[in-house]
């Protein structure tokens, strides 16, 4: 976008929103701006009309009514991780940043929890209770940049989620600026409060009923005892089928994630984990617990290894050796840099047995577009993560990897799965949800946004469709986004 084309705010208005935080907290220079014209989600870029750097709640309430009164738009910003075009203003609004709002208030480990501020990192909260014997337990990839905030809205999940579950699964209170500006505080420090379950309403609902200024969240106990085993395959049917089989025999590993041939290559060349020659997938399988019956769980996934021709079964030796196939694992989406100099993220879920089917049809919708696709997902939870390789250079290739990705959400859904697992709808895939939902569903869903955010400033075109929101999608960014 020309800089002279950026949306702009008038004087009189940026001077307003200055008296809230201070002006030197509001960015409105052009170089500043494009720096958030996006989120992970590159493919789209749209700059805000300012930025606003937020501290405490009673900020947040005054700048939403200030919104209110002017009807200006407005989107919550944590780290610009998303993956989903959710911290995107898709219409000259304005960012509400809550990346200063880091702290930890409170910590208390005999309940097993602690009271945070949303722009808090997700791994500085495992840091700062990691000596007590506690962590947090949602770990998305991106832990080291991502927000708790964000992964409020997101409902963010990790390689973990598959026995211990999503952030919904490990959040107790919220306190949530309305879009009226009210402050209301959601759950408490326990669970089972009564009524409908807000905390589930507001956890997932991508920053569009609210903006969530502070989070009580479950700490878990470190688990006493934790083996990490790599399992290397010549075909991703085999490794696929090896999934099955370890939950089959009523085994919940704490963490089951596959990466194929082009991610193992991606990473090999950063870390040398020494792969052997011939794999076209690998399994990242961790069981945690008590120690007694932990070799016993070992011995029989080492067996089901064998079972399915693994190449080779190998176990973490030892704090080190583990923490290399972690960082293997997690800077994998990183590492596809190396092979392809574009790449577009795609989330889909579909029912854990289908697995094999639907990997051998991706590579075929991605050949028929003429790209490559690397895998690297939560085998476990049945959650795929299609990573498209292009050159964003060529305008065609762009085109081409829509295409190939909106086939894969078909097909996500044909199977009987959903449109998303843990990124997020966002305006990403907000002309899809009417594959998933009937008009009815999505009406009630609308209604419920409508009560919470009646004029629909508090970040819109994201997450639930309505008439207005698609439209708006569409005149952005045209029909490529099944709008
Ligand atoms: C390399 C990589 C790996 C990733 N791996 C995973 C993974 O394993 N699992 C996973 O689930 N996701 C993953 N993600 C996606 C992303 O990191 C998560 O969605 C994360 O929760 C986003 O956090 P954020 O702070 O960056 O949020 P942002 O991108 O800043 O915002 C995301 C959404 O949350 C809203 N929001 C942010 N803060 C608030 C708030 N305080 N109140 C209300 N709304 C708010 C925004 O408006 C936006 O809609 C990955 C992303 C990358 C780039």
Known sequence: MPISSLPRLEPRLLTELGSFVGSSNVLTASTDLLAYDCDGTTLEKLPPSAVVFVSHTRQVSEIVQWCARNKISYTARGAGTGLSGGALTLDGGILIELSRMNRILSVDTRSGLAVVEPGLVNVHLTRAVSEEGYYFAPDPSSQAACTLGGNVAENSGGPHTLKYGVTTNHILGLTVVLPSGEIVEVGGEC????????????????????????????????????????????????????????????????????????????????????????????????????????????????????????????????????????????????????????????????????????????????????????????????????????????????????????????????????????????????GAMSWLFDEATLSVMHGVRLALNPDQLCNPGKAVPSPASCREVRRVFGSKRYA
Not at 307 to 325: G, K, P, Y
């Open 191 to 430: 669970r089972g409060t009564p009524g409908y379950d807000l905390i589930g309403l507001f956890v997932g609902s991508e920053g569009t009923l609210g903006i969530v200024t502070r989070i009580t969240v479950r700490l878990m106990r470190a688990p006493q005892t934790t083996r990490t085993l790599l399992l290397s395959f010549s075909s991703t049917l085999d490794a696929s089928l090896a999934v099955s089989a370890i939950i089959a025999q009523g085994i919940i590993p704490a963490a089951l994630e596959m990466m194929d041939r082009l991610v193992c290559e991606a990473v090999e060349k950063k870390l040398s984990l020494g792969i052997p020659e011939g794999t076209e997938a690998v399994l990242l399988v961790e069981i945690d617990g008590f120690e007694a019956g932990q070799d016993d769980l070992v011995s029989r996934i080492e067996t089901i290894g064998s079972a399915h021709d693994a190449l080779q079964v190998r176990a973490a030796r030892n704090d080190a050796e583990r923490s290399d196939l972690w960082r293997a694992r997690k800077g994998a989406f990183g590492a596809i840099g190396s092979i392809s100099p574009s790449y577009y993220t795609h989330d889909g879920v579909i029912p854990r047995s289908k697995l094999p089917e639907v990997l051998a049809r991706i590579d075929e919708i991605v050949a028929e577009e003429g790209l490559r696709v690397a895998n690297v997902f939560h085998a476990g939870d049945g959650n795929l993560h299609p990573l498209l390789l292009f050159d964003e250079r060529e305008a065609d290739q762009i085109v081409r990897a829509h295409r190939a990705g909106e086939a894969i959400l078909r097909l996500c859904v044909e199977v009987g799965g959903s449109l998303t697992g843990e990124h997020g709808i966002g305006f990403e895939k907000i």
